[in-house]
C-alpha cells in the first residue's frame, strides 16, 4: 500500500513539474524533499535508537528512499525558482550556474541510494553506515546549492 501510495505522489510531483508555474516547480520540491526526509528520519532515528529497530520499516523505508532517488529529480529546478526568484525557494542561483555539477550531486545520492534495502537488514548496527552514506551525499549537493535556513 505504501508503495502506492508513494508511485501516486511521484506522478503528482511529474505532473506538476510540467506546469507552467515556477511557484508549482517550488511546491514540487518541497514535496519530493519532505518524502525524502520521512525515510531518512526512519532510518536516522532507528539508527540512533530513538525508534526500536524494525527490519521490515528498515527495509520498506529504504526501498522508498531507492525509488525517489531514481526519480529525476533536478527536473524540478526550472529557471526562475531560486531563493533570489521566490521566497518560499531554497535553491541557491549556483544551481543554474553549474547544472552539471548539481545534477552530478543528485546522481551521487542515487548511487548512495542503491541497494540499501539489502543493507538495512541484520540489526540496528547495520544502519549507521547506510544513514551516513547517504546523509554525506545529501549535505554535499545542500553545502552547495540550498540556502541555509
Not at 1 to 16: E, F, K, N, P, Y
Not at 24 to 51: C, N, P, Q, Y
Not at 66 to 88: R, W
Not at 112 to 119: E, H, N
Request: proline fraction near 3%.
Amino acid at each position: 500500500m505504501r508503495h502506492v501510495t508513494l508511485a501516486a505522489a511521484i506522478s503528482t510531483l511529474a505532473g506538476t513539474a510540467l506546469a507552467q508555474s515556477p511557484e508549482d516547480a517550488v511546491e514540487a520540491r518541497h514535496g519530493f524533499m519532505t518524502m525524502l526526509s520521512i525515510e531518512m528520519g526512519t532510518l536516522s532515528a532507528m539508527a540512533k535508537g530513538e525508534l526500536p529497530y524494525d527490519e521490515a520499516a528498515a527495509t520498506d523505508a529504504a526501498q522508498n528512499l531507492m525509488a525517489l532517488t531514481n526519480y529525476n529529480a533536478p527536473k524540478l529546478f526550472v529557471e526562475g525558482t531560486s531563493s533570489e526568484d521566490i521566497d518560499n525557494s531554497d535553491a541557491l542561483p549556483a544551481i543554474w550556474q553549474d547544472r552539471d555539477d548539481f545534477e552530478q550531486k543528485y546522481a551521487a545520492l542515487a548511487e548512495a541510494a542503491q541497494g540499501i534495502d539489502q543493507q538495512v537488514t541484520g540489526g540496528q548496527e547495520s544502519l549507521g553506515p547506510v544513514v551516513q552514506n547517504l546523509g554525506l551525499a545529501c549535505r554535499d549537493c545542500h553545502d552547495s546549492y540550498r540556502q541555509d535556513r
